[in-house]
């Protein structure tokens, strides 16, 4: 990396400003909540005792984060005895996921299944300036270059991409998700590679959220929108993994660093 070279460090390598980042790039978050998260999720990595690993933006760490209780007694009743551990940070890009995956979130972690949600961030709420095939094009590029390192990272893991989600806070996101989850649908092989939608199960076909799905932002899950994608996954999970265990190996939850503090 150029920081890396120029001797900086690559906690400090943040997204220059001007032109927008393409997606398939790495941009760090240099708030200091976020590097402090980092390495918290560092030391997580390093733990080991990890399964399946959950990645992506704040709708995937809310549901296993110490400072979101309900969600995460929601996580523990799904999940406990499969070795989950929830590696998502809030508001990050595709670009900041990208970051953190090269910055050692997932060296020598190993997991057995990789769940993967992520994009919404990268959709936002107002028409895209260079028009909506060219968000599209540069959101599935930037999924893609996940979907690549992870793979290099860990090779032996069937990864479970999910598709961005519904949401209700903008009329010009829905047809951009809509176009992406099916470019993320022709990428899976229903193997190594399967993609999951569950979005039928949260809002209707012409988009609208069923009653009590996601909150009052129209964004982020309820528990009843999270209990849908458990619901999903757990098939998934008995196929490849077998019932869960009596007991479960995973590393502590994390939370937000300065919600701990406050």
């Known amino acids: 990396m150029l920081g890396a070279a120029l001797g900086l460090p690559l906690a400090l390598i ?3 400003r001007g032109a927008p980042v393409p997606a398939d790039q790495p941009v760090a978050r240099t708030d200091q909540n976020s590097q402090t998260a980092h390495a918290q999720l560092l030391e997580k990595a390093k733990t080991g005792g990890i399964d399946i690993y959950f990645e992506g933006d704040s ?4 549901w296993g984060a110490l400072d979101y ?3 995460l007694a929601n996580w523990k009743q ?3 005895g499969w070795n989950a551990a929830d590696f998502g940070w809030g508001a990050d890009t595709i670009q900041n996921i990208l970051w953190r995956l090269e910055n050692g979130e997932l060296d020598a972690v190993n997991p057995k299944i990789i769940v993967l949600l992520a994009g919404t961030n990268n959709v936002g709420r107002g028409a895209p ?4 095939d060219a968000k599209v094009a540069d959101i599935t590029r930037g999924l893609q270059a996940i979907l690549k390192i992870m793979r290099e990272k860990a090779p032996a893991a069937t990864i479970v991409q999910t598709g961005i989600f519904p949401r209700n806070d903008s009329t ?3 047809p951009i998700i809509d176009k992406v989850n ?3 649908a022709q990428l899976a092989d229903g193997k190594q590679l399967r993609f999951l939608n569950v979005n039928s199960k949260l809002a209707g076909p012409d988009g609208t959220l069923f009653d009590g799905m996601l909150n009052a932002d129209k964004l982020h899950p309820t528990l009843k929108g999270y209990q849908v ?5 757990k098939p998934i999970f008995t196929e490849l993994l077998g019932p869960p265990a009596k007991e479960d190996h995973a590393p502590a939850p994390t939370g937000d660093p300065s919600a701990t503090r406050r």
């Open 172 to 174: 010009a996101a829905l």
């Open 14 to 16: 943040a997204q220059p």
């Open 182 to 184: 099916a470019n993320l």
């Open 69 to 71: 209780p309900d969600f």
């Open 229 to 233: 994608w458990a619901d999903a996954l």
């Open 59 to 62: 709708i995937t760490r809310r």
């Open 78 to 80: 799904n999940f406990f």
């Open 129 to 132: 300036p260079g028009g909506e």
